[in-house]
């Protein structure tokens, strides 16, 4: 691999076409980036052509230290909030252990608790937060693009996780918990860790990428000698990669929270993340000023819903059955048709341009795209206040039973080196096509697999159980079948994550419009919220004798999803490579027009000076 300059680039770069005299002449006819100019590359990066992919080896790059900082943000962010999220279940569903005033526990076959509402009650608040914290981004990713830039919409989000943290340690004091307040706290801590949430989650990712130097793939000299190819989707998938690998590494908390409130109480199960969640505060304001910050560009809604109005006028069936229905809203298209204006009547001007309807249309599609998530998501702790009741009701001798699902984050953690270091780098040797469309199926159906494995363990556990089909509130004891088969189904989920969300979060951020990435990520993270807001209409149902028929009913709905997906976009690759060389003739017209303006504009400069000087 090789390494990125740490200085980060100039908000516009400087490119300068070859003057025939490169230093190399396999690069002569190229164009460079001035920018990154060294001893090695004495003109800059090359920009590389589409055949150069196949002269020369592809590798990825590192990103600059700033941004190993913000991967420590997400682990210790995503930290406090799984270490959190992962102990409400039983915080809420069980009540306090005999003789406890704190949650903790006395018998090995016991799990904490404090509050208990059981499972319909669990499974309500829980999904209320994870419903809300995908709702929440919607608002906080619009107004990065639009208003305050992600930075400062992240900021405003760490202040206000903050002050959930401090509510939820409140919520966990045994004073509390014994004069029946702990709820009040409890709810509205949910609600602003969701408001936190909503401001961090769908602009880290983005700011992240942002700080990758090269809008396009170049070609670089190294030291050896060697000429290579900087594959920039292929570092956007290895930065993404490790953004998602920090996630789980952080979510590890989860495993220190739970026997925290199994052993001490929820009072150091809570304070945990709450201290955790001070790295993420004094990183932001530390990394603050060395980050490359792009400014707001405004608001796109105003354009998009006239686009949708030209686009819905006249025949509009007809355009989207022959696949013309957003040229139609083209400002070329219009004025060759004779519309010069918006509204005809009141003179009302075109304020687009056809990349902008094209931007358009890519974004409506990812949403739509984006919707098979929904399924995905149901078979990926969908139903955990169900999987957690599940183990609660098998042997765990002394093992908390909420801390099963940290094997997702395990799998996660295991498997994305694997897939970064070994299987990616060998299919791109051998060059082995395993395109995202592959990728996303996969991740799917693996995440059916375990929903189906959930549904056989459940009807096990009630064959077993001594209360029968009456299992997760059994007190004449347990299943002898062992909690630690629930394992499995953490691990195929979570190796379903690794395929399936890896290339939905890069698809969400290379396929958006300059002006709308954050957005454009909180549209996917909305996907988590209808799935939330499914689970949470069906939670009545989430009670014995009844819980093997949800575990089937997604296992048979995420099938289906997977099967029609694939069939849908088995050409996304070639649809995403047409985008990205409309893009780039796009940015190059854009630059050869800046060029042209640049020199006119010394031109006329210099022709006033030769007046002036004749005049004197």
């Given at each position: 691999?090789?390494g990125?300059?740490?200085?980060?680039?100039?908000?516009?770069?400087?490119?300068?076409?070859?003057?025939?005299?490169?230093?190399?002449?396999?690069?002569?006819?190229h164009?460079?980036?001035?920018e990154?100019?060294?001893?090695?590359?004495?003109?800059?990066?090359?920009?590389?052509?589409?055949?150069?992919?196949?002269?020369?080896?592809?590798?990825?790059?590192?990103?600059p230290?700033?941004?190993?900082?913000?991967?420590?943000?997400?682990?210790?962010?995503?930290?406090?909030?799984?270490?959190?999220?992962?102990?409400?279940?039983n915080?809420?569903?069980?009540?306090?252990?005999?003789?406890?005033?704190?949650?903790?526990?006395?018998?090995?076959?016991?799990?904490?608790?404090?509050?208990?509402?059981?499972?319909?009650?669990?499974?309500?608040l829980?999904?209320?937060?994870?419903?809300?914290?995908?709702?929440?981004?919607?608002?906080?990713?619009?107004?990065?693009?639009?208003?305050?830039?992600?930075?400062?919409?992240?900021?405003?989000?760490?202040?206000?996780?903050?002050?959930?943290?401090?509510?939820?340690?409140?919520?966990?004091?045994?004073?509390?918990?014994?004069?029946?307040?702990?709820?009040?706290?409890?709810?509205?801590?949910?609600?602003?860790?969701?408001?936190?949430?909503?401001?961090?989650?769908?602009?880290?990712?983005?700011?992240?990428?942002?700080?990758?130097?090269?809008?396009?793939?170049?070609?670089?000299?190294?030291?050896?000698?060697?000429?290579v190819?900087?594959?920039?989707?292929?570092s956007?998938?290895?930065?993404?990669?490790?953004?998602?690998?920090?996630?789980?590494?952080?979510?590890?908390?989860?495993?220190?929270?739970?026997?925290?409130?199994?052993?001490?109480?929820?009072?150091?199960?809570?304070?945990?993340?709450?201290?955790?969640?001070?790295?993420?505060?004094?990183?932001?304001?530390?990394t603050?000023?060395?980050?490359?910050?792009?400014?707001?560009?405004?608001?796109i809604?105003?354009?998009?819903?006239?686009?949708?109005?030209?686009?819905?006028?006249?025949?509009?069936?007809?355009?989207?059955?022959?696949?013309?229905f957003?040229?139609y809203?083209?400002?070329?298209?219009?004025?060759?048709?004779?519309?010069?204006?918006?509204?005809?009547?009141?003179?009302?001007?075109?304020?687009?341009?056809?990349?902008?309807?094209?931007?358009?249309?890519?974004?409506?599609?990812?949403?739509?795209?984006?919707l098979?998530?929904?399924?995905?998501?149901?078979?990926?702790?969908?139903?955990?206040?169900?999987?957690?009741?599940q183990?609660?009701?098998?042997?765990?001798?002394?093992?908390p039973?909420?801390?099963?699902?940290?094997?997702?984050?395990?799998?996660?953690?295991?498997?994305?080196?694997?897939?970064?270091?070994i299987?990616?780098?060998?299919?791109?040797?051998?060059?082995?096509?395993?395109?995202?469309?592959?990728?996303?199926?996969?991740?799917?159906?693996?995440g059916?697999i375990?929903?189906?494995?959930?549904?056989?363990?459940?009807?096990?556990?009630?064959?077993?159980?001594?209360?029968?089909?009456?299992?997760?509130?059994?007190?004449?004891?347990?299943?002898?079948?062992?909690?630690?088969?629930?394992?499995?189904?953490?691990?195929?989920?979570a190796a379903?994550?690794?395929?399936?969300?890896?290339?939905?979060?890069?698809?969400?951020?290379?396929?958006?419009?300059?002006?709308?990435?954050?957005?454009?990520?909180?549209?996917?993270?909305?996907?988590?919220?209808?799935?939330?807001?499914?689970s949470e209409?069906?939670?009545?149902?989430?009670?014995?004798?009844?819980?093997?028929?949800?575990?089937?009913?997604?296992?048979?709905?995420?099938?289906?999803?997977?099967?029609?997906?694939?069939?849908?976009?088995w050409?996304?690759d070639?649809?995403?490579?047409?985008?990205?060389?409309?893009?780039?003739?796009?940015?190059?017209?854009?630059?050869?027009?800046?060029?042209?303006?640049?020199?006119?504009?010394?031109?006329?400069?210099?022709?006033?000076?030769?007046?002036?000087?004749?005049?004197?």
């Open positions: 691999m090789s990125f300059d740490e200085k980060l680039p100039a908000k516009n770069l400087v490119i300068t076409e070859s003057t025939g005299d490169s230093g190399d002449n396999e690069l002569a006819d164009d460079f980036i001035g990154y100019a060294d001893d090695l590359n004495p003109l800059g990066l090359a920009i590389a052509k589409p055949d150069d992919k196949h002269r020369y080896r592809s590798v990825s790059t590192r990103p230290l700033v941004c190993y900082l913000i991967l420590l943000v997400e682990f210790a962010e995503r930290g406090s909030y799984y270490g959190t999220q992962g102990i409400l279940n915080f809420i569903m069980r009540p306090l252990p005999e003789g406890s005033t704190t949650g903790r526990v006395f018998h090995d076959n016991d799990s904490a608790g404090a509050l208990g509402m059981g499972i319909p009650a669990a499974n309500g829980t999904m209320l937060l994870q419903f809300m914290a995908y709702v929440m981004p919607l608002f906080g990713g619009y107004l990065a693009d639009a208003k305050l830039g992600k930075f400062k919409a992240i900021m405003i989000g760490v202040w206000i996780g903050l002050l959930s943290h401090i509510l939820f340690v409140i919520a966990a004091i045994p004073s509390v918990i014994a004069q029946g307040h702990a709820v009040v706290a409890i709810v509205f801590a949910i609600l602003s860790l969701s408001v936190g949430t909503g401001f961090i989650k769908p602009n880290l990712l983005p700011l992240l990428l942002d700080q990758y130097p090269y809008r396009c793939d170049v070609l670089q000299k190294l030291p050896t000698g060697e000429v190819y900087v594959d920039r989707n292929r956007m998938e290895t930065i993404t990669m490790t953004f998602y690998w920090s996630i789980n590494i952080g979510a590890f908390l989860e495993i220190a929270t739970s026997y925290s409130a199994r052993d001490v109480g929820y009072w150091l199960a809570f304070l945990c993340p709450g201290i955790m969640y001070l790295i993420v505060c004094i990183i932001m304001v530390i603050g000023p060395r980050l490359r910050k792009e400014d707001p560009q405004g608001s809604l105003t354009n998009v819903c006239k686009v949708l109005r030209v686009c819905f006028r006249g025949n509009f069936l007809k355009r989207l059955t022959h696949k013309e957003w040229h809203a083209y400002p070329t298209n219009m004025v060759a048709r004779g519309e010069k204006f918006f509204v005809e009547k009141k003179s009302k001007p075109i304020t687009w341009t056809d990349q902008d309807v094209t931007d358009f249309h890519i974004t409506f599609s990812s949403c739509v795209m984006f098979y998530w929904i399924f995905f998501n149901l078979n990926d702790g969908g139903l955990g206040s169900s999987l957690n009741a183990a609660g009701a098998m042997t765990t001798k002394n093992v039973n909420d801390l099963f699902n940290n094997f997702n984050q395990i799998t996660i953690v295991v498997l994305i080196p694997i897939l970064n270091r299987v990616y780098p060998l299919l791109y040797k051998y060059h082995i096509n395993f395109k995202i469309t592959y990728k996303i199926f996969l991740g799917f159906m693996l059916v375990s929903s189906v494995v959930a549904a056989i363990l459940q009807w096990r556990v009630y064959e077993t159980s001594p209360c029968g089909y009456y299992a997760s509130d059994c007190e004449k004891g347990v299943s002898p079948i062992s909690a630690w088969f629930d394992v499995i189904v953490y691990a195929l989920v379903g994550e690794c395929f399936c969300y890896t290339e939905a979060y890069e698809l969400a951020y290379t396929r958006a419009p300059e002006k709308s990435k954050g957005l454009v990520m909180a549209l996917f993270l909305l996907m988590n919220a209808f799935s939330a807001a499914i209409a069906v939670s009545g149902a989430l009670v014995d004798p009844w819980l093997i028929y949800p575990f089937a009913a997604i296992a048979i709905a995420g099938f289906i999803a997977a099967v029609i997906f694939l069939i849908s976009y050409n996304l070639k649809i995403i490579h047409a985008e990205q060389e409309a893009k780039e003739k796009s940015r190059k017209r854009e630059d050869d027009e800046k060029k042209l303006s640049t020199t006119n504009s010394i031109r006329t400069a210099a022709e006033v000076a030769s007046v002036t000087s004749i005049a004197a």
